[in-house]
């Protein structure tokens, strides 16, 4: 693991501030390094992965997750991004892959092949993942101010991600489309 660690800081932007080989270790060690990104890798987490980042983005919302694992499939990727992690690669990926991920994911973009995603259709309609987040935290009760800052946007793109996800749903207003997607089980 330190080995790895030397080969990430000796990449220029990234700098590895502290490294947990447990579950329990994630959450105190991203409490105290304040990391812009916390890279998990599945196989060290006995299990827990998307747990850990579930945790780490509710305590530490402003740390992204960009999770390593064994074999990327859609069902993973979506699996991962309903945890939170904003960042999906294989343990096999290539040095270069893994730094175009972390940095994605440090800007705040989900950053995953995009073979491995998977529209979500109600009818004939596509929302994006992105929409989807937006009508899930409004669906939480959260404001537009609240929904742009936990997931790093401007308000006005979360007015326009809502108001696209209205009109493909044929909702009166944001809490109508976060309903309707709530009952197709989109949330």
């Known amino acids: ?20 080989t447990s579950c329990d270790a994630v959450l105190p060690a991203v409490g105290r390094h304040r990391p812009t990104v916390l890279l998990l890798g ?22 992204g997750v960009a999770l390593m694992v064994g074999t990327a499939t859609p069902s993973v990727v979506d699996r991962a991004v309903a945890a939170g992690a904003l960042g999906v690669v294989p343990k096999n990926a290539r040095l270069p892959q893994l730094v175009t991920t972390l940095m994605g994911v440090a800007g705040g973009c989900l950053t995953v092949d995009p073979s491995l995603l998977r529209p979500v259709a109600v009818g004939e309609t596509m929302l994006s993942v992105r929409e989807m987040d937006v ?11 609240e929904i742009a800052g936990e997931l790093y946007l401007a308000a006005g793109t979360v007015r ?16 109508d489309a976060a309903r309707i997607a709530g009952e197709h089980g989109l949330l």
């Open 135 to 145: 009508l899930r935290l409004t669906a939480g009760g959260a404001t537009v101010k």
């Open 42 to 63: 599945e196989s060290t987490m006995a299990g827990k992965a998307l747990r850990v980042a579930t945790d780490v983005r509710s305590h530490h919302p402003k740390c």
């Open 1 to 20: 693991m330190e080995a790895f660690a030397e080969t990430l800081n000796g990449v220029d932007g990234l700098e590895v501030v502290g490294l947990a």
């Open 160 to 175: 326009n991600l809502t108001s696209a996800a209205i009109k493909k749903l044929g909702g009166r207003n944001r809490f």
